[in-house]
Structures are given as C-alpha cells and as structure tokens.
T-cell receptor, first 112, second 112 residues
C-alpha cells in the first residue's frame, strides 16, 4: 500500500563520506521533491524534478545533488556530508498542477 | 519569499478538549494545506482547501480557508492521545502550484 517509499529509514555516514538516499513512488506522479528537515523545524525544499527537469533551490548547497533515472525513482546524493547535514530527508511527489504533496517516511541521516 | 506565520508554536491540552491553530500569510494563497507529522515519520496530508471561505471536515478535524485568502485555521474536536504530533500549514509558493512553503508547525501534546 505504501506509495512513496524511502530507503533506508536510518543512515549513518562518516564526515566527508559520500552517501546516497533513495526514493521510489507507485503514484506515477511527475513531480518529485527532496526536503531537508532539521529537528523542530519545518521541511525545507532542496530541489525538485518536474518530469526530467531538475530545479534547484537558490540556497541549496552544491554538496547536494540529485538524480532521477525514471518516473518512479529519485536519488539524493550528498557528496561530502558535514555534521550540519544531519537531518531527516523527506521525499515527496505530486501530480502536475496539483499541490498536495505526498511524503515518504523519510530517511534519518546521522553524520559521525 | 512568501512566509507563513503559524500559531501557537505549541499546545498542551487534556484529552477531550478542543484545539484550534491558525496560519497567516503576507500574500494571497490559492490553496491551503494542513499536514500532521508524527515523530520519525513523514508529514501526512489532513485537509486541502482550494476556495476562499471553504470549510472542510475530516472526522474530528475541521479547517477553513479564510475569506481574505491570507489565513486558515485548523480545529480538532474532542482530542485524543493519538492527536499528538506536529501540525503544519502549507501553501504554494513562488507563484507555483506545486512548490510548497510550510509554516513552522504547532506541536500538540495531549495529556490522557
């Protein structure tokens, strides 16, 4: 029944060691998003894909990259994680022109 | 960019009490969304509002789209312990229907 699936739920990486988080969806939505959420804060949009078009937020660090090989999958790559990148990372999807986002359960990233 | 002011930041109530929280914006919104986030989980859509003045219910939850299009409120009636969580309002940002701006959230604690 799960519609937006994020793996893994918990990820531990070392300072500076590249890490990839994954997201898949069964909704066939054409827009996919990555949000970063730190403790007690609102989700903050990093970037989104509108179909194959990548849209970066102006304040997203270069350290964060994304790939979307097909409609169903989207990846978040953190090239050199810093301690400040420890957070919950949320993937979401939406249908074109329709704003309610459907979120996955997130990946909690710890940087040691 | 557009900002959403959500209040209160936190609420401590007794089981059975009614709860009200609200969100205001400096600019007009075409859509208001209310999400709930449980600890360690992704946000889940509770109610979506698309028309000024619209009043929509979902079980014990009721939300209204303000007539000025710059505010919305969420009411929870007869609260129960599982209502505990963070409630976020959200609306489309930057002239786009598919990018959301979130309020800072209202942390609800329900004492049994």
């Amino acid at each position: 029944d799960a519609m937006v699936i994020q793996n893994p739920r918990y990820q531990v990486t070392q300072f500076g060691k590249p890490v990839t988080l994954s997201c898949s969806q069964t909704l066939n939505h054409n827009v996919m998003y990555w949000y970063q959420q730190k403790s007690s804060q609102a989700p903050k949009l990093l970037f989104h894909y509108y179909d194959k078009d990548f849209n970066n937020e102006a304040d997203t660090p270069d350290n964060f990259q994304s790939r979307r090989p097909n409609t169903s999958f989207c990846f978040l790559d953190i090239r050199s994680p810093g301690l400040g990148d420890a957070a919950m990372y949320l993937c979401a999807t939406s249908r074109e022109g329709s704003s309610p986002l459907h979120f996955g359960n997130g990946t909690r990233l710890t940087v040691t | 960019g557009q900002q959403l002011n959500q209040s209160p930041q936190s609420m401590f109530i007794q089981e059975g009490e009614d709860v009200s929280m609200n969100c205001t914006s400096s600019s007009i919104f075409n859509t208001w969304l209310w999400y709930k986030q449980d600890p360690g989980e992704g946000p889940v859509l509770l109610i979506a509002l698309y028309k000024a003045g619209e009043l929509t219910s979902n079980g014990r939850l009721t939300a209204q789209f303000g007539i000025t299009r710059k505010d919305s409120f969420l009411n929870i009636s007869a609260s129960i312990p599982s209502d505990v969580g963070i409630y976020f309002c959200a609306g489309p940002s930057g002239g786009s229907n598919y990018k959301l701006t979130f309020g800072k959230g209202t942390l609800l604690t329900v004492n049994p």
